[in-house]
């Protein structure tokens, strides 16, 4: 790293910028994260259910993050394919409290890995509203997730509160280290 | 509306997954739980979004496991409980509002029998019998429960029942319907307010506003109801069909209500109703003679399915975003879904129990869910998966509608012309060629198959110290085929750890199994084995190779083959040359051979104490060639041993020496001990190193024959024959010699002394 880079990076003036596709079923809070990781002077007080799809800007470590937050409801679904292919990371979120519709996340989740414009881009895996006491332990839902048959890519999968913003540093912090890499690597 | 009601929600249940569902599946399993133990079925089972938020929740009603077992676990928001002739209002979970069915008025002869009782001196005996009258005169079905009862209860029942009416008001019992089912409508399309349709036993339904709790209409179609199905809006326009319990649907309309037009009867089903269900404008009746028919709503009947298994339910599936409306036939296990023209999918349960209902509908957030009840009282969760397509699916099960076939008509060319002048000219003499070339192609088939069959690949061994014979047939005209490998081993040792390789083209071939391990392989032994005791050791078994063991047989009975192969597996001896053996064996006796009749059972069991070990044979004397001749001989022998005991005893008698010893077991020879009365500090035991079968047979034969001789040569005279027996130093003879002294009673001196070369166990066949 030469001194030049060094210093930008000190000012953050040359930070990386990568689009990130936010997904997950509708009510699992994909939204409120975002809301959540926003600087405190931009954020809002109400999380409405998103129509069709909302951009939010947000910044990690090294990493300026457009985040494109899709509507999760199911007839919003099918919008989601468009933005896998110029999308640099994954997020998807998970209502850890929601037992009944893993198996649809599930589906959903192996769907978009299994799309053709999906790339071998980062996957963070957010089990959200471990804050509720019915919410499940995160192993559980990885297992039911069927993340242990993901290969080939790098993934996490982080235990989150949008309420109260457990784990949501970390999971930015895994989020910039590894699309870094992943953009790195692209390039070179 | 819902009955009796727990909630269910997501939260609380077990569940498991499976694996991913398959690409072109159109359901995944969400949750399933076995362990419920819910006594329900479909009319009990609701969805409700008890918090109006949004979050759907399952509630159903469970019957419980006996009649008072009833549970009444309330979500909040409004539900409705139908239960006997009540319908419960609850509302934030605690109880709102009782609706009661209005009574109806007794039969006027009931009524009488009544207040004849209670004016009349409280005779029972009057009273059932004007009971019966009142029934008689009407109908008995149309009387109050308690007055049935009555009826038909015994005595003590009876006072019971009058008691409980004497406390009613007025001292009248209650005429009251029950409730049989129920459904909900819409008042008008702006409206959340439901009008609800409550079906009765005697064949009212009426029309309940769901805000006032007042009856709005009734309408009566005479015979119990049992299925209600509601449509359309109660303020605008509506339809609701009900059937009956004997079969028969009625369609009721805004217009029938509150005037004289009586429901139009749309359609009468010769079978018992299952289950009514209504999708796309079609009203789906399953009857249980496994049929589903189609009508219209103005009962024209539009198709009929028929299904090659009992239905156990019908839903209505609509699934909004794809604009599909289907119908699902539950059977045992699996659940078919049917559009209006054809089978669309099939779901086959993973469940251990058989299905008893289904419900369809939103479920928490999901839209599109099925509920599945089994028998054992579990749930299971499967959601319609969003890229689903139904109208993909080939028809698989039913049958296509005739005219959806697509006839491949060939073109009117000259050759279609001429072939098909030429068919109508000689039929006969083409189905003959036909029918020629057929056989001709079977016969050529057969006659490849028996060629592929014999011709055997010949395998090599390379190393003689494991040779191994392998031999392989294929099986199979392809593209599959089967090979069937043969393994067998022709050295001494065992061999072990071995693998069954395959080396092929990958390209070529696709095996299922590459690579076999092979288990033991052990030339000497055969797969089978045979139990049988161990000799000289009661309670234990031996296991032996069936081929060792056959071998042994073999030399038993003098069969031996040489010319037996290593690989070959000799499940059996060969019966035809036992018995020539058998024949040849007799006749070398002088003994007429009997060409019937089976020859005698043998089966050996291995002697363990010896080294090496060998067999004893034990043969049945059932069938045997010498039976005749042991049957004399055992009839000898028992005389001479009871002149022998009898003389015993005789001369106990004189010198109290007990000269008699026939031991038969070993508990005999410790009750004879201990009726010694001058018990010797010392017991001498002796053994016998061989056994009565070596004795010489010449030297036994001669001695029988002398005695025998001796015995019936001067029949006819009086005398009696007695034997003593002395064992005379047991531990220098290997075979011991038995005296025999034959001796008059009237003479005290033996006039003949014989000698029989005898161990002492011998006398156990005296006995």
Partial sequence: MGFFSTLSSIFGVGKKSCNIVVVGLDNAGKSTILNALRSEDTRVSQVVPTVGMTVTTFSGTGVNFSAFDMSGQGKYRNLWDAYYAKAEGIMFVVDSTDRLRLSVARDELWMILDHKDCKKVPLLILSNKSDRPDSLPVGEVSNLLGLDLMRNRPWTIQQTSAINGNGLPHSLEWLSKNIKEYMNGESS | MIYWSISISPMQSIFQMSLLPAPGARWMSALSDDELRLNTNANCVSFVDTQADGDIKLIVADLGTSRYEMKLKTPTNTIGVAAGSTLFIYKALKPFYKYDLKPIELLPAEQAAWIRYWSDGHHIDHLVRNLEMAADEASFAEMSTLSQAIVMGSDEDREQLIAKVANMKERMPVNKSQMTCVASIKRSPESLVDVCAIGCENGDIQFVDTQAFQMLASVNIKSPVVFILTTGHYDVDFKVFASTRAGTIYLIQREHLGKDREPRKIATLPKRIVAIKMFAKILAVATDDCKITYYDFRGKRLKEIRTNQRIIGLETFNYEPRQYSTLLVAFQREIYMYNENSLVDVLKIDSQSDIKWIKFGAFGREEAALI????????????????????????????????????????????????????????????????????????????????????????????????????????????????????????????????????????SFKLSDALIPVALLTPQLHRDFVVTMVDKASGNYAITCKKLYLQFMEKELNTQSNDGKTYEIKDQLDPVSIKLNHEKFTRSFGIAVQTEGNLPKIYGIPKMHKNPIKFRFITGAHDSTLKPLSIELQKILRFLHGHFRRYCYSITGHNKINRFFSIQNTFRVVQQLNTVKNKRSEIFCADFSSLFTNLPHNVVKEKLYYLIDLMFKNAGHFYTYTILVEAISPEKGLSSDIKIYLCRKDRRNPIVTAIITMPLSEMSLLD
């Fill in chain 2, 372 to 507: 599945i009840g089994t028998k054992s009282g579990g749930i299971i969760v499967k959601l319609f998966r969003r890229t689903a397509q139904l109208t993909d699916m080939a028809e698989i099960h039913a049958p296509k509608l005739a005219h959806n076939y697509k006839l491949n008509i060939p073109r009117r060319t000259k050759l279609y012309q001429d072939q098909t002048q030429r068919e109508r000219d000689n039929p006969v003499h083409m189905h003959q060629m036909y029918q020629r070339d057929l056989f001709l192609l079977r016969w050529l088939v057969s006659q490849q198959f028996a060629l592929m069959t014999t011709k055997a690949l010949s395998t090599v061994s390379t190393s003689s110290s494991e040779a191994v014979d392998i031999s392989v047939d294929v099986n199979g005209f392809g593209p599959t085929f089967r090979l069937t490998v043969r393994l067998s081993s022709g050295t001494p040792t065992p061999l072990t750890d071995m693998w069954l390789s395959f080396i092929y083209k990958k390209e």
